[in-house]
């Protein structure tokens, strides 16, 4: 088969969407597949490469609301791009207009992975006005009418929630994403050298790890860092934050700096790859405060590296974490504060062991591939 992926961002970008379709692509090119990616170019990048196999066309945008202008203009480059390609897959939520139009105006089979549908949380975003939220609304609104070949959602939640949208069950199908369980082993990684490094052998740490995106809640977890500190004095939040979205970067910065944290947090800038598991390893906890996930990298990740984490009840993170948890409300920070401490004493709740496999979501997708032409 011949498969061309459509997608806002791809790797080296990092993200939960870059994650999924950099491991189906390259596991669709080792099961004898052809793939090709079409994606925005990055500062640096080149604008076409092969990486793992994997065909990858960059087009030069500009940068300010890059996701939006590929939206807008990937359209016309997917006219000579597509040819050739059996099948279009894309995902939620800019790339997929364009997409949709290549494949309805050529007759191509199209796949959507909706990854998140928030509705009426748009409205609940921190720093959202109503305004920007409506039109945020209606597009996910107008992309969820579009008559998909077939969707695929990340989690159970994600599917309940797409069923609200659209009544075609016959065509959704929920597949998990995958974790690389042999990355992610604690058994490979020391949790003293990133304590040492960072002289906190005598603290109980506290990890976020991601972006600072509208519905991650960062915001909420630093507003908790003082009622964390008055309930467990030597305790030390480190925060492993990209720059992207920028503007909420900049947002968490001076939230940090306004409320004179800067003692009590350690701000870093996203480590190596390689690296991560030694930071997830070295922290006491790690946090997840995310408003919604449509599946939650951060939170399988964690539970693969058998860390206890503190989770809210939003999304699909119920359906992800296993081993220690102890869960909070979202967009509370009382509540988060509170759960950190339940942590700390013990008093969790033990979740059985969960798997997520690459290779069980990379057969599924290909299942669905074929079911196409049948």
Known sequence: MKILFVLEYYYPHIGGVETLFQNLAEKLVKNGQQVRVVT?????????????????????????????????????????LS???????????????????????FRKKIIIT?????????????????IYAFFHKFFEWLILRLPFSYYVTDSEYTKK???KFINKEKIIQRIYLGVDYDFFNPAKYSNSKIRTRYNLNNNFVYLYFGRPGWAKGVE???KAVPIIKKNIPNSKLMLIL???PLNRYKFISKLISKLSLGKDII?????????????????????????????????AEASA???????????SLPEVVSGQVAFCKPSDSLSLAEAVKRQKEGQVIEIPEKNFLWENSTREYEKIYKSLFI
Not at 67 to 73: A, D, Q, S, V
Not at 114 to 130: A, F, I
Request: proline share 7%.
């Open 267 to 299: 701000l870093l800038d996203p480590v190596p790859h390689q690296e991560l598991p030694d930071y997830i390893g070295a922290s006491d906890c790690v946090v997840i405060p995310s408003l919604s996930e449509g599946f939650g990298f951060s939170a």
């Open 114 to 130: 909706v990854h998140e549908v928030w509705d009426k949380l748009w409205y609940q975003l921190p720093g959202m006005n109503k």
């Open 40 to 80: 925005s170019k990055l500062k640096g990048e080149k604008p076409r490469e092969y990486y793992n196999g994997v065909e990858i066309i960059r087009l030069n945008l500009p940068n300010t609301g890059r996701r939006y202008w590929f939206t807008f203009f990937a359209g016309w480059p997917l006219i000579r």
């Open 161 to 163: 929630s797409l069923l």
């Open 305 to 315: 590296m058998k860390k206890p984490i503190v989770c809210t009840e939003a999304g």
């Open 220 to 222: 909420y977890l630093i």
């Open 242 to 244: 990209t720059k992207d």
């Open 83 to 105: 040819s050739g390609f059996e099948i279009i897959h894309t995902t939620t939520y800019n790339a997929a207009l364009p997409a949709w139009f290549i494949a309805y105006v």
